[in-house]
């Protein structure tokens, strides 16, 4: 039925009354585009009811399922009038007949328009026949035909249908459609899996019960396999049924690599085969099955298969390749499980629908329908190198992995091979020729389940530089554009060997835009490790204006590209500004332009002649704001403002990535760290959390800055003539409260400081001078006064976050040093900040949404992830939490959720640098045994 009235959503269900108060039908939908409704009968809900009454009538103690017989031949019917039917076929004798056995004012009859394959009726009835009789009874109407189907379950029906005027009798078997719906699915690393329904494949025109993609998650988004897919075979193993796909998961191991076909409702006709890497680190839990209990209306999980079943290790890791480490993927004491994601986390956290809004879901929902919607706003950037060079060992003697009985002449051979295969790179420069085996192709993605840190998106590429490459480490550098966060699957491919293998963050410099990854040489095999080599660094003498530089990088199709470029200013400041959602942005920091490059999407290495890497050309991220104006009326009040993640490309001086390189070499005095079987310890870094910015020294002068400082500042640097000026402190740093936001810094330690470098310079100085307490002597003018003042620094390590904690659906963690740069912290000690939502979630129903801090709950204060793990591990499932908040703004709110350890239980994500692998653990869920 349909009705002129402005139904809105979320009424669907409600009873549509008469003027007497009686309920004449169902309130099924409504156009937004107009003000019409739509109206369900009753007829059939009311057939429902009794049986549900029945069924309640008949328990005395508990309520038990009651089933509700509903029949389906898996075709669909239309109704269409009998001058349609006519064209069709319909003789006009069977019309007369329909006719006369119907009511008065029929108008039509019901015409098959799709036969599902493989259903009870496929083969039998084709689109196009009408619909005469059922059982000897004339149907021309749909509730006829659902009653005489719902009261046929399992039983025959005869059925007479003319087709092109031919009349026709079959005899079907009623399906019972309970029996294909599936009431269980599958959740593996966030992906959701089930067989498919009669929906499904009704619109698809697929058989019911394949395994059916209704989400790819993770694993399977990553490998490339979009959403509805059907699949049709992994790890060379046919699938027919869920069950096959279970039997084959269960036998890998974390970090294999295995092949799946599958095919979509787009193209069905060809299969596609894409190469699936289970999860190395648990991002997720275990695979589990959630089934239906019609008893008590919920879903519970189990897992898909035994926690001590043996496993098998993978071997598909490229030629050469070791296989993946790492134990079974289920063998977890936990119970939550192992590799993949919380089983009822996944649904939602696993397939990229996770918010940092802060308004409402539906105005910052992020749907990702397609394959290619979560990958939008990833960085393609068609050559990235980022270039580095080898203080360490190089040379590789005779090892007892190979069965090489003379690997200097194999060496040859390949080297021979590999320069016959490059001729067309004969007109190459010396430095892309010397550069081109170093560089590495990097693809990363995030999983969804731990987006931290205001990373902006799940998908990056980019190119980066062999640094290191001994027997035992391999490490690359890249820019934080492309490696933004430590929790990420990071794969490389090699330009010197056609390899891929995993890498790991090892180190993220906490104020400079590079990132160090780790690779295990041994992976490449004897032939990958004659080719695969180290750039030499030059991090000295600094490049000047007026220089020739040789930019050099990689295109996707590991292509090397160079130009010769000369530098236009070799000490441009960076001026980035935040973004909406505070992540990572470059401060502090000067960077090399060129006259000429390849774009804001090429990024690479600046060499000398000689190939000798002075600077990576790496990638930067920020934000551009654009306003528009409505359609209608283009006036200033309908101005709307909008912003976009835009990147560019600058040079990095070496000299940052050449002192940290040294200090892994040489065993730095830091936290040790599990690099390819052997703890290495790692350097911490001694930074002023500071955001300086520089100011020409003929602005300074109008502040009030006398002659006597101008003049030293000069003769300390006659190029760049500038202070340096505080833009803001860190929230928590050890300078907050000491340095203010205008400050001109003149000296330290009694030295003239001119620009970022001599800053970081005396900070690494207090690391040998143990004297001054970790504390610089500042001389500043403020207001027209000069001061000195013993100003705090402070030590990072390079692992960034390590830790997160997902409660009722948000993702939390302690305020990374984005968040702190905005210069506030909660006053009421501080607070654990929301870095995401799920949608769905119980913080979605009740509005805690992220960039914001959780200051309490239940009226205890939570000013660290410790205390906040402490409090909420005590509360109880249904149980009304009040939580009060604190925006980014300065806002405060106190608002209540409703807390469910069902589907939300409270987890936690960890790193362990002792085993350098993600950790998943339950903090409090429910027992499904007792549901």
């Known amino acids: 039925m349909q009705a002129a009235s402005g139904t809105k959503g979320g009424s669907s269900g409600s009873p549509v009354v008469d003027w007497l108060g009686r309920a004449v039908a169902l309130n099924a939908g409504s156009k937004s585009s107009s003000a019409s409704a739509f109206f369900l009968p009753l007829e059939r809900v009311v057939r429902a009811l009794k049986f549900l009454q029945k069924g309640r009538d008949s328990f005395v103690n508990k309520w038990e399922a009651v089933s509700i017989p509903r029949g389906t031949l898996q075709v669909t019917f239309v109704h269409k009038g009998f001058d349609e039917t006519r064209r069709l076929g319909l003789q006009s004798e069977t019309e007369q007949l329909v006719r006369h056995a119907s009511p008065l004012g029929e108008t039509g009859m019901l015409v098959v328009e799709n036969v599902v394959p493989g259903g009870p009726a496929y083969k039998c009835l084709e689109p196009g026949d009408v619909l005469v009789c059922m059982n000897g009874e004339v149907i021309t109407q749909f509730l006829k035909l659902e009653t005489l189907l719902d009261d046929s379950v ?13 009349p026709l009798t079959v005899d079907l078997v009623v399906q019972d459609l309970h029996s294909i719906t599936p009431n269980y699915f599958l959740e593996v690393s966030g992906a959701v899996i089930h067989p498919l329904s009669y929906q499904q494949a009704r619109n698809f025109r697929f058989h019911c019960g394949l395994v059916y993609v209704s989400e790819p998650g993770y694993m399977l988004f990553r490998a490339g396999v979009p959403r509805h897919a059907i699949i049709k075979k992994f790890a060379g193993e046919e699938i027919s049924r869920l069950e096959d796909l279970i039997s084959g998961l269960c036998k890998l191991s974390r970090g294999a690599r295995v092949p799946l076909e599958y095919i979509s409702y787009m193209d069905r006709h060809r299969r596609k085969s894409v190469l699936v890497t289970v999860d190395r ?13 019609d008893c008590t209306g919920l879903w519970t999980a189990k897992p898909a298969f035994q926690p001590d079943a043996i496993l098998l290790s993978s071997g598909i890791n ?6 993946s480490q790492a134990g079974p993927l289920s063998s977890e004491v936990i119970s939550v499980g192992h590799i993949h994601h919380d089983s009822h986390e996944e649904l939602t956290d696993g397939v990229a629908s996770m918010e940092t809004s802060y308004e409402h879901a539906s105005e910052g929902a992020h749907s990702r329908d397609e394959f290619d919607a979560g990958t939008k706003k990833r960085r393609v950037k068609e050559n990235f190198s980022s270039d580095g060079s080898v203080v360490a060992d190089c040379s590789f003697p005779e090892t007892n992995e190979g069965n090489l009985e003379d690997p200097n002449t194999m060496e040859n051979a390949v080297m021979g091979d590999f320069q016959a295969a490059n001729v067309a790179t004969a007109n190459a420069s010396l430095a892309e020729r010397a550069i081109e085996p170093t560089l590495v192709m990097l693809e990363v993605h995030v999983p969804p389940s731990c987006m931290l840190d205001g990373v902006h998106s799940q998908h990056f590429f980019g190119t980066g530089v062999i640094i290191y490459h001994s027997q035992n480490m391999g490490l690359v550098a890249v820019d934080k554009n492309t490696v933004a966060i430590s929790a990420s699957d990071v794969m490389l491919s090699f330009a010197a060997f056609p390899i891929e293998i995993p890498g790991e963050v090892v180190f993220l410099h906490p104020v400079h835009n590079y990132a160090l990854i780790s690779y295990d040489p041994l992976a490449l095999g004897a032939i990958g490790t004659s080719v695969v080599r180290a750039a030499e660094l030059l991090p000295d003498p600094a490049l000047r204006r007026g220089d020739s530089v040789y930019l050099v990088g990689l295109s996707r199709s590991l292509q090397a590209t160079s130009r010769k470029s000369t530098v236009t200013n070799p000490c441009a400041a960076l001026n980035i500004g935040s973004a909406d959602c505070p992540r990572y942005r470059a401060t502090n920091m000067e960077v090399i332009e060129l006259d000429t490059d390849f774009g804001s999407t090429f990024s690479g290495v600046l060499t000398d002649e000689h190939g000798r890497v002075q600077a990576i050309w790496g990638s930067f991220s920020t934000q551009v704001y654009t306003v528009s104006l409505s359609k209608r009326k283009r006036t200033s009040k309908n101005k709307s403002s909008s912003s976009e993640d835009h990147q560019f490309v600058r040079g990095i001086p070496i000299y940052a990535i050449s002192q940290v390189l040294e200090k892994i070499i040489s065993g730095a005095q830091g936290p040790p760290l599990l690099i390819n079987r052997v703890k290495r310890p790692m350097p911490l870094v001694r930074i002023l959390e500071v955001e300086l910015y520089p ?26 003539r500038q202070v340096l000026r505080v833009k803001g402190c860190l929230a928590g740093s050890k300078a907050e409260n000491l340095l203010e936001q205008g400050d001109m810094v003149l000296a330290i330690n009694k030295e003239p400081v001119t620009c970022f470098r001599d800053v970081e310079n005396v900070c690494q100085a207090l690391d040998k001078n143990e004297n001054k307490d970790g504390k610089l002597d500042m001389t500043i003018f403020r207001q027209g006064r000069e001061i000195d003042l013993l100003v705090g620094t402070d030590v990072r390590d390079g692992s960034g976050t390590t830790r997160v904690v997902n409660w009722c659906g948000c993702i939390v963690q302690d305020p990374h040093p984005a968040v702190r740069a905005l210069g506030f912290l909660p006053e009421e000690g501080h607070g654990v900040y929301v870095a995401r939502w799920c949608h769905g979630s119980p913080v979605h129903r009740y509005g805690l949404y992220a960039l914001q801090w959780i200051v309490e709950v239940n009226g205890k204060q939570t000013p660290d992830l410790d205390a906040f793990v402490n409090v909420t591990k005590e509360l109880e499932h249904g149980q009304f939490v009040r939580v009060r908040t604190v925006h980014l703004n300065g806002k405060p709110r106190v608002l209540t959720l409703k807390q469910d350890l069902h589907y939300w239980p409270t987890w936690e994500l960890r790193f362990d640098p002792d085993s350098a692998m993600w950790y998943r653990k339950t903090i409090k869920a429910l027992d499904y045994t007792g549901i």
């Open 154 to 166: 399992n039983q025959k029906i005869e059925m007479q249908i003319e087709r092109g005027g031919k």
């Open 281 to 293: 680190h648990e991002w997720y839990a275990p695979p589990q099955i959630y089934t239906r209990d």
């Open 318 to 323: 490229g030629l050469g390749g070791r296989g």
């Open 695 to 720: 100011t020409l020294l003929s602005k300074a002068r109008s502040f009030g800055l006398s002659d006597d400082w101008v003049q030293a500042l000069v003769k300390k640097d006659p190029i760049r």
